[in-house]
């Protein structure tokens, strides 16, 4: 278990802290996660390092920073198939829909396999669709609509 030494800093070292991040992360905790994951990225900019925080970011619904981080790590591995899948969620949990169809669809065409890629793409389709179909913006929230 990590404790905090008389720096406030976590025992041991980035390797450590991250391990301790994605333990977390994959327990629900995301919140904490994120935290540990902004302490490691201190100290480690590596790829892993901001999945990991985009992941735990999302996770928390912190949409707009998780959004961030992904184009951060987009930038630099533009072929990461996951990064632009999670870019394209947290985009379209912000109603950014364009975008969102945009990233889904790069993830979907670099890795037609899997099935959540092609799913939240048909999604997402399908609400822009409908929006245009209605009249309404492509992007934000729906304004006046009591019933939705």
Wanted: aromatic letters at 8%; a neutral charge.
């Amino acid at each position: 278990m990590t404790s905090p030494n008389n720096h406030g800093n976590p025992e041991g070292g980035p390797y450590d802290w991250y391990q301790r991040a994605q333990e977390l992360l994959n327990s629900g905790n995301s919140n904490a996660a994120a935290i540990l994951f902004e302490r490691v990225r201190q100290e480690d900019q590596s790829s892993a390092v901001l999945e990991g925080l985009g992941r735990a970011l999302f996770d928390a619904k912190q949409y707009e920073r998780a959004a961030a981080v992904l184009e951060e790590l987009i930038s630099r591995s533009p072929d990461n198939d996951y990064a632009h899948f999670a870019l394209g969620l947290a985009l379209w949990r912000m109603q950014r829909f364009i975008q969102a169809r945009d990233h889904l669809a790069m993830a979907f065409v670099m890795r037609p396999s899997r099935s959540e890629y092609g799913t939240s793409l048909s999604q997402v389709k399908a609400t822009l669709r409908m929006r245009k179909l209605e009249g309404l913006p492509l992007e934000g929230p729906i304004r006046g609509q009591d019933s939705l």
